[in-house]
């Protein structure tokens, strides 16, 4: 029934542009807001293809002697071609392109909010673009920078813990041999630490818990003069993420989050020479392999599987050294 209400007033608004009683100006900003009705919670993506239509349809509309009007619909436009699902680069290298243009008359006549939604947008098309590579994820980076000017946390919070994550993502995606890879680590850290100022466990526990995980690999993983206090941090962000993340509600998310702490517990010495952690690493393997496989997910069990191998063998060499160790039994 949505569907057919969608195709109904995309039908009467390519009626109304038809009728005489309107300006050019009046059909233009009638087609976007249409588009935007469409595009705001689609249910196919024949509607965001409509939304891609209707914009077009509005800039052929769109009076010469209205550059801001037409710099809004393409950047409105650039936002339904970024939604398109796609495996190549078309729609994303037409939503850069839609973005750009419209960005110097957003910034010379639009609203500050205006242009900080389009450099947030454009950083967004641009680091998809990146993971292609089609473009430079410095180049994100900076769209993003430049957002973050208004996006300010204290005004603009879901913006701002947007930007943020995506920038940590950005920085965490640029290869580590320069002298600048430490750094980047380290502003990958703050950065879903700024995050997680915004977004709370009991206001948003999916996105909480996404933040806490990621927080976790990116202290893990870091070039640290610190590694211990960064395992330390990482576990401690794992057991934030799982808060939420259960086997019963969300069996995959819960999967990852426990073979990420295994990580950790693998890598992280015992305060005592023993193996409780190296066994606490295998439980935690082995429960995630396992679900895993009843969900499908062949290529995570086999990661899983290969490094539970590895932390086996380890386990054997480190029970053997310590039978090795023992007094030989004695008689009297």
């Known amino acids: 029934m949505g569907s057919s209400l969608s195709d109904a007033q995309v039908a009467a608004a390519l009626r109304s542009v038809e009728e005489d009683a309107a300006s050019a100006e009046e059909k ?37 002697d209205a550059p801001l009007l037409s710099a809004r619909v393409r950047a409105r436009l650039g936002t339904a071609l970024q939604a398109l699902p796609e495996n190549g680069n078309c729609a994303l290298d037409r939503a850069r392109a839609c973005f750009e243009s419209a960005r110097g008359m957003l910034k010379e006549r639009g609203s500050p909010e205006e242009l900080a939604e389009l450099d947030m947008n454009l950083g967004l098309a641009l680091q998809a673009l990146a993971g292609n590579g089609a473009a430079r994820i410095t180049d994100a980076i900076q769209s993003y920078q430049k957002a973050l000017r208004v996006f300010v946390r204290e005004q603009y919070p879901q913006e701002f813990a947007i930007l943020h994550n995506n920038l940590a993502i950005a920085y965490l995606s640029i290869p580590l041999a320069d002298e600048h890879a430490k750094m980047r680590e380290a502003l990958a850290v703050q950065s879903f630490e700024e995050v997680l100022k ?14 806490q995980n990621n927080l976790g690999n990116a202290l893990q993983y870091a070039h640290s003069g610190h590694p211990l206090d960064n395992s330390l941090r990482a576990l401690a962000a794992y057991d934030e993420a799982l808060k939420v993340r259960n086997p ?13 702490k295994a990580n950790v517990l693998r890598n992280l010495p015992d305060e005592e020479s023993g193996t409780s952690n190296l066994m606490a690493a295998r ?29 086996e063998q380890e386990l054997r060499q480190a029970n053997a050294i310590e039978l090795n160790g023992m007094p030989s039994s004695t008689t009297v």
């Open 28 to 64: 233009t900003t009638m087609l976007m807001e249409i588009a935007m009705g469409l595009q705001l919670r689609p249910k196919s993506v024949d509607q965001l293809q409509q939304a891609v239509g209707l914009y077009e349809r509005a800039l052929d509309l769109c009076p010469q």
């Open 283 to 311: 439980a935690l393997y082995r429960e995630a392999c396992d679900i895993f496989e009843l969900a499908g997910q062949r290529n995570s069990a086999a990661i899983v599987r290969e490094v539970l191998a590895e932390l």
């Open 198 to 211: 915004v977004i709370t466990l009991i206001d948003h526990p999916s996105e909480y818990a996404m933040a």
């Open 248 to 260: 019963r509600d969300t069996p995959i998310e819960y999967a990852n989050t426990i073979a990420n």
